[in-house]
Nanobody, 121 residues
Framework: VQLVESGGGLVHPGGTLTLSCTGSEFTLDGYAVGWFRQPPGKLRDGVACINSDDGRTHVVRSVQDRFAISRDNAQNTVYLHMNNLNPADTAVYYC???????????????WGQGTPVTVSS
C-alpha cells in the first residue's frame, strides 16, 4: 500500500510541470493529500495540501502564485500544477495522505517514493 508519484523531470526555467499522485491499492478519496519536496541537501517541507471533505486547498506562501493542487477522485489522483518554475524548485517531490491537512508531516502515511524535478537551463 503506497502512493505513486509521476510527472517529474528536467524543465527549463519558466517552464511548467504537472505532477500526479495515485494510490496503489490505496483509495485517496476520504483522505487529505499533501505534496512535499526535498531540495538537495535540505530537509523535506510541505508545499501544498488538499482536504478530502470540503476540497479546500492550502499552498505555502512562497509558491502560492505559481503552484496549485487539485484532485480527481474518480481517477484516484491528486495533482500538483507548477508554473514558472525556477532552479530553487529543484527537489524530489513526494505525496502523502493524512486525515487532515493540519496533521504534522510525520503523521502523513502512506508516502510515495518521490519524483525528481530539476529546473535548469
Amino acid at each position: 500500500v503506497q502512493l505513486v508519484e509521476s510527472g517529474g523531470g528536467l524543465v527549463h526555467p519558466g517552464g511548467t510541470l504537472t505532477l500526479s499522485c495515485t494510490g496503489s491499492e490505496f483509495t485517496l478519496d476520504g483522505y487529505a493529500v499533501g505534496w512535499f519536496r526535498q531540495p538537495p541537501g535540505k530537509l523535506r517541507d510541505g508545499v501544498a495540501c488538499i482536504n478530502s471533505d470540503d476540497g479546500r486547498t492550502h499552498v505555502v506562501r512562497s509558491v502560492q502564485d505559481r503552484f496549485a493542487i487539485s484532485r480527481d477522485n474518480a481517477q484516484n489522483t491528486v495533482y500538483l500544477h507548477m508554473n514558472n518554475l525556477n532552479p530553487a524548485d529543484t527537489a524530489v517531490y513526494y505525496c502523502a495522505a493524512a486525515s487532515d491537512c493540519q496533521e504534522a508531516q510525520d503523521d502523513f502515511s502512506p508516502w510515495g517514493q518521490g519524483t525528481p524535478v530539476t529546473v535548469s537551463s
